[in-house]
């Protein structure tokens, strides 16, 4: 196996020294970046060389990249970097870490091109200002050598090291086994499929229901891929924690049945649930584990990289060991791992981490999405920002120094949005570019601000800012795509306040190129249907497979019943409670048992669970409380013993409407009462307008498809293997309708109660 490295990876495991150190923030976006390289080149004289291809090679390891740009008439090599803010506060390892990567470019232009000598120059463009500070450097070709080859010296040992347990790795997924006798009905096909579309580098949208094992039915064949299609990672992302679990947990079957010593994989979670002192900034004067975190990091990286699997707790145990942030340990290790388990943002959002180490390393990479019925939402949200008026107007009020004069005049601009608008909600499909260009204002401010004094910034106006932020950098995705809504409220002393919301409709655009990327990217989910429903809205590639797996259940494992006479719209709600609460309570008193009990709001819930335990005193309920943390969570479904006996009502596509698992008599039924569809309100239905323009099916798109799913993924809760028994109560008029019945999985059978 030869041995490569990219000039900026190589820089960065073999150059980075001293503190972490994230106060020199924020970065440009990656497109300003882009930008700004452009606007650099497009100065320079005739002649000027950009993105020169290089490559070189020392005792087998070959270091390859682009430098920015070269300039034959004066002999210099650039280093370009776009930057914002006091280049006077930049850390010391950026710095050296920039010039590292300068220096080895000018080696290897010394080497291809036999020079003696160079000029090597560092380029920082203000993307705000447009103005360039240049430090340069004249250095002899020797000069440059020694320095490279003493980076690749620091490399090669951990190179050849990563390369002999490689080639293991390969050698023992050849003989991967299974590690059940046999695979459940459906899993096979799965499988199979999945492994076909690596082998062709295409896309898979599979639908399979709960009870065949996806998790490991999509990760085992990956896992068998692996070697044969010369895949560097594997990724498995999901919505939820409970989904990471589950792909833990196949793995540990895998490993712990076949003994893979040397496969590699890693659960990456969100910073504030790895952070070990959440009261401190990430650097090191203010965090113990960010001081001198480079510094220790290589021994640290040496031990985790001998864990088979650094979930949540390992891959902290390693970190605490060797006083690093497991947080950014979990980052580093991200390269040198075969399998990131992870949630979608970590591939999929503006600056997705795994995205950006496939990109930069060229990586040869797939991925599972797991739930991907989910990703629609998800990458709508991950592309959309909001801005409350409510948050400036408390932000106006502390003075902070310095911002008073730019606040008022943004405040200024934020009412002239809605001087005349009369309705709650307004909706285009313009950008406020005044606005805009008042909130930069605000944001470059607070930034000097920031680099001035970091350690004084007000954490109201650290709010705002990141806020701004976000709400600017998606003002620059912004096109057909997206909407810009205001909508209006009363505030104090019946002071009128607007919302600003940047929505993204249709997330395709931006997440198509992520799909593209890979070499194949299956999404897989019990509701996976309408297919062109998901295809359009993800951005799937032209070329996607197709399955639909056949579900192992039996149409006499599940009483499918329609109540048709009562209707659950908003108008006769009140008359709908009654003849919920006696459908619940007769059947509870027929079949005694778990049952689950869902509505469209807490509302609803709140009115249904008040009568039934008038009426039905006796029977034992318990109910989803809004914004429930994990631990009350586990405490409502402990409820759900085996051959126990109570009501459990919840909100449908709440947490307990899917990625639950109640086996066996734990759960015998579940009554949904609603359609599931999303509220009508203005937001839907501009989404409904936008979508119809776009796909000729407004309703359908933003209301009956979403619907629907949520509520056969709630009553996917109740059939969970083989042996399940239960009843699944549909009551709405609604679920009548051919189009919403046709929805329904196949192997249902239906019956008018």
């Known amino acids: 196996m030869s041995l490569s490295v990219a000039v900026r990876a190589l820089c960065e495991f073999a150059a980075k020294v001293g503190d972490l150190d994230l106060r020199f923030t924020p970065s440009p976006t990656a497109q300003q970046g882009i930008d700004g390289h452009r606007r650099v080149v497009a100065r320079r004289g005739p002649g000027y060389e950009a993105e020169v291809s290089l490559e070189g090679e020392y005792q087998g390891l070959r270091?390859?990249?682009?430098?920015?740009?070269?300039?034959?008439?004066?002999?210099?090599v650039e280093e370009i970097k776009t930057h914002r803010g006091n280049l006077d506060r930049q850390p010391d390892n950026h710095r050296?870490?920039?010039?590292?990567?300068?220096?080895?470019?000018?080696?290897?232009?010394?080497?291809?091109?036999?020079?003696?000598?160079?000029?090597?120059?560092?380029?920082?463009?203000?993307?705000?200002?447009?103005?360039?500070?240049?430090?340069?450097?004249p250095q002899h070709a020797a000069q440059l050598q020694q320095f490279f080859e003493a980076l690749c010296q620091r490399f090669l040992g951990w190179a050849q090291a990563q390369a002999a347990r490689l080639r293991l790795r390969d050698n023992d997924?050849?003989?991967?086994?299974?590690?059940?006798?046999?695979?459940?009905?459906?899993?096979?096909?799965?499988?199979?499929?999945?492994?076909?579309?690596?082998?062709?580098?295409?896309?898979?949208?599979?639908?399979?229901?709960?009870?065949?094992?996806?998790?490991?039915?999509?990760?085992?064949?990956?896992?068998?891929?692996?070697?044969?299609?010369?895949?560097?990672k594997l990724f498995f992302l999901t919505a939820k924690t409970p989904g990471r679990a589950l792909a833990l947990d196949a793995l540990r079957q895998i490993t712990d049945t076949t003994?893979?010593?040397?496969?590699?994989?890693?659960?990456?979670?969100?910073?504030?649930?790895?952070?070990?002192?959440?009261?401190?900034?990430?650097?090191?004067?203010?965090?113990?584990?960010?001081k001198g975190f480079y510094d220790r990091l290589p021994a640290a990286r040496e031990a985790a990289s001998q864990v088979v699997l650094l979930d949540r707790v390992g891959l902290r145990e390693v970190a605490l060991a060797h006083q690093v942030c497991p947080y950014y340990l979990g980052q580093e290790m991200a390269r040198w791992v075969d399998l990131v388990v992870a949630d979608y943002n970590y591939y999929f959002d503006a600056h997705a981490l795994l995205f950006g180490l496939t990109q930069l390393n060229q990586w040869r990479v797939a991925v599972l999405v797991d739930e991907a019925h989910n990703l629609v939402e998800r990458g709508r949200a991950m592309y959309s920002a909001s801005l409350d008026q409510g948050q400036l107007l408390a932000l106006r009020k502390t003075k902070p120094a310095g911002l008073s004069g730019a606040l008022e005049r943004l405040n200024r601009q934020w009412n002239a949005l809605y001087k005349a608008q009369v309705a709650p909600y307004q909706a285009s499909e313009q950008l406020p570019e005044a606005f805009l260009r008042a909130l930069q204002q605000c944001i470059g401010l607070i930034q000097e601000g920031m680099e001035q004094a970091p350690a004084h910034i007000e954490p109201q106006v650290l709010q705002f800012y990141f806020q701004a932020l976000q709400f600017s950098r998606v003002a620059?995705?912004?096109?057909?795509?997206?909407l810009f809504d205001i909508s209006l409220r009363n505030g104090p002393r019946s002071r009128r306040l607007a919302t600003l919301t940047l929505r993204n409709v249709v997330p395709a655009r931006l997440l198509g190129p992520r799909m593209a990327a890979a070499r194949s990217v299956t999404l897989f989910?019990?509701?996976?249907?309408?297919?062109?429903?998901?295809?359009?809205?993800?951005?799937?590639p032209a070329d996607t497979a197709w399955l639909d797996v056949a579900a192992p259940f039996r149409a006499e494992q599940l009483q499918v019943r329609i109540v048709s006479e009562?209707?659950?719209?908003?108008?006769?709600?009140?008359?709908?409670?009654?003849?919920?609460?006696?459908?619940?309570?007769?059947?509870?008193?027929?079949?005694?048992g778990n049952y689950l009990a869902f509505f469209s709001s807490f509302e609803y819930l709140e009115q249904v669970m008040a009568l039934f335990a008038e009426r039905y005193p006796e029977v034992p309920y318990w109910r989803q409380a809004p914004g429930m943390d994990e631990a009350a969570r586990e405490g409502f479904l402990a409820r759900f013993v085996a051959d126990g006996r109570g009501i459990g009502f919840a909100v449908l596509g709440g947490a307990f409407a899917e990625?639950?698992?109640?086996?066996?008599?734990?759960?015998?039924?579940?009554?949904?009462?609603?359609?599931?569809?999303?509220?009508?309100?203005?937001?839907?239905?501009?989404?409904?307008?936008?979508?119809?323009?776009?796909?000729?099916?407004?309703f359908d798109y933003a209301y009956l498809y979403p619907g629907v799913r949520k509520v056969i993924q709630a009553a996917g809760r109740v059939i969970r293997g083989d042996q399940d028994r239960g009843v699944l109560f549909l009551i709405d008029e609604r679920f009548n309708e051919p189009r919403v019945q046709q929805m329904f999985p196949i192997w249902w059978q239906t019956a008018i109660n």
């Not at 759960?667 to 009462?673: D, E, S």
């Open 63 to 76: 270091v390859r990249g682009r430098a920015d740009g070269y300039d034959p008439l004066r002999n210099r």
């Open 96 to 137: 050296q870490l920039h010039w590292a990567q300068a220096r080895v470019y000018a080696w290897l232009l010394c080497q291809s091109r036999g020079l003696e000598r160079i000029e090597v120059t560092l380029v920082y463009l203000d993307v705000d200002s447009d103005r360039q500070t240049l430090f340069s450097e």
């Open 173 to 232: 997924l050849q003989g991967l086994a299974f590690p059940y006798p046999q695979f459940r009905q459906g899993q096979r096909q799965l499988a199979e499929t999945l492994y076909k579309a690596v082998a062709t580098g295409r896309c898979l949208m599979a639908q399979a229901s709960t009870g065949i094992g996806k998790t490991l039915g999509t990760l085992f064949p990956l896992l068998k891929a692996m070697a044969p299609q010369q895949l560097n």
């Open 259 to 290: 003994a893979q010593p040397s496969l590699r994989a890693l659960e990456l979670i969100a910073r504030d649930k790895a952070c070990e002192y959440p009261g401190s900034a990430c650097h090191g004067e203010s965090c113990p584990l960010a």
């Open 476 to 482: 620059e995705l912004f096109d057909e795509h997206f």
């Open 525 to 540: 989910s019990a509701t996976l249907g309408p297919r062109q429903f998901y295809a359009d809205l993800l951005g799937m």
């Open 566 to 592: 009562v209707s659950t719209r908003f108008q006769q709600r009140n008359a709908s409670l009654a003849p919920i609460v006696g459908l619940i309570g007769e059947q509870y008193q027929r079949q005694p």
């Open 659 to 698: 990625g639950v698992d109640l086996p066996g008599t734990r759960l015998i039924g579940a009554f949904v009462a609603t359609l599931g569809l999303p509220q009508v309100n203005p937001v839907n239905e501009q989404f409904k307008q936008r979508l119809a323009r776009q796909f000729g099916s407004g």
